[in-house]
């Protein structure tokens, strides 16, 4: 009995370094068929929206997509017998983007017949968020993580300030400039700032009088000052990211997580021992 056991947690443990760690040849080939797999699922699910390319290879890329939701579906299986812990992987962001990646399939059987033309279409749109199944292959840029909610205070004061100063400008242009030109209220005119000062400029609506471009002008200016605001806030956090404590890359076997820190020897979403 206990021969058995060992067996098991001995082809369990294999099994656990080719699916979830990438520094063996096995773990790496898994990853690059993984990785191929997503790709071709997306543009096989980007092609069949194209009506001449539905009706011409419906049924090719249907067997396709059937295929491919049929490996996702044992990778999944797979996933969650290697790991002690199951349930912690299935409530992980990983874990909840697999499953997301495998449901609009199976709807569509329930959805058959009287299914609306936009109910199939958001089951195919589902199926495109099997993107974020390349989160896995990220693991390097885990400090972008730390940058982004690092700055995310700062950002959302710039915001604030943006935000005001779209609202202050749109309405001076509502005042300056004729309803003809297009300003015909405060909201509309705030468009135009935001359009102006994010320097998209559409063009659908511009300014005639002298005041109005000058006021125009000098919000365009603001625009380019404005982008660099925010880069230079997360480049700052993200160099301060990378001169802290890097991250362990192993995945718990327990949860199937990432993000440990370099000297953790246990995992701090589930206590399993790395």
Same mark, same amino acid.
Request: glycine share 8%; hydrophobic share 50%; proline share 3%.
């Given at each position: 009995?206990?021969?058995?056991n060992?067996k098991?947690?001995?082809?369990r ?5 080719i699916?979830?760690?990438?520094n063996?040849f096995?773990g790496?080939?898994? $990853?690059?068929?993984? &990785? +191929?797999?997503?790709?071709? @699922? #997306?543009?096989? *699910?980007?092609?069949? !929206?194209?009506?001449?390319?539905h009706q ?8 396709i ?5 049929g490996?996702f579906t ?8 290697v ?9 992980s962001?990983?874990?909840?983007? $697999?499953?997301?990646? &495998? +449901?609009?399939?199976?709807? @569509? #059987?329930i959805? *058959?017949?009287g299914? !609306?033309?936009l109910?199939l ?7 495109v ?24 205070r ?12 779209v609202?202050? &400008? ?18 509309e ?9 994010t ?21 365009m ?9 925010p ?11 990378a001169r ?9 076997p ?17 206590a399993?021992?790395?």
């Amino acid at each position: 009995m206990n021969t058995e056991n060992e067996k098991y947690k001995d082809w369990r443990a294999k099994l656990h370094e080719i699916i979830y760690e990438a520094n063996t040849f096995a773990g790496k080939a898994f $990853d690059i068929g993984l &990785l +191929i797999a997503i790709f071709t @699922s #997306i543009l096989v *699910v980007m092609l069949d !929206s194209i009506d001449s390319y539905h009706q011409r290879f419906g049924t090719l890329f249907s067997i396709i997509e059937w295929t491919f939701t049929g490996l996702f579906t044992i990778e999944y299986i797979l996933r969650l017998v290697v790991i002690k812990h199951p349930l912690n992987y299935v409530k992980s962001p990983l874990g909840i983007v $697999d499953l997301l990646a &495998l +449901i609009p399939s199976y709807l @569509s #059987i329930i959805f *058959v017949g009287g299914q !609306s033309l936009l109910a199939l279409r958001a089951l195919r749109l589902m199926r495109v968020f099997r993107i974020f199944k390349l989160g896995r292959f990220l693991s390097e840029m885990k400090f972008l993580t730390v940058a982004i909610s690092g700055s995310l205070r700062k950002i959302s004061i710039f915001m604030l300030t943006v935000l005001t100063l779209v609202v202050i &400008l749109g309405s001076v242009m509502y005042l300056v400039e004729n309803r003809e030109n297009g300003f015909s209220s405060i909201p509309e005119s705030i468009y135009w700032a935001i359009v102006t000062i994010t320097t998209v400029g559409y063009g659908d609506i511009s300014p005639v009088t002298p005041m109005g471009k000058f006021v125009a002008s000098f919000m365009m200016l603001i625009g380019y000052a404005i982008i660099a605001v925010p880069t230079g806030i997360i480049t700052t956090e993200m160099a301060a990211a990378a001169r802290n404590k890097g991250f362990h890359h192993q995945v718990c076997p327990g949860c199937g997580r990432e993000g440990h820190d370099q000297d953790a020897n246990f995992c701090k979403y589930c206590a399993t021992k790395l």
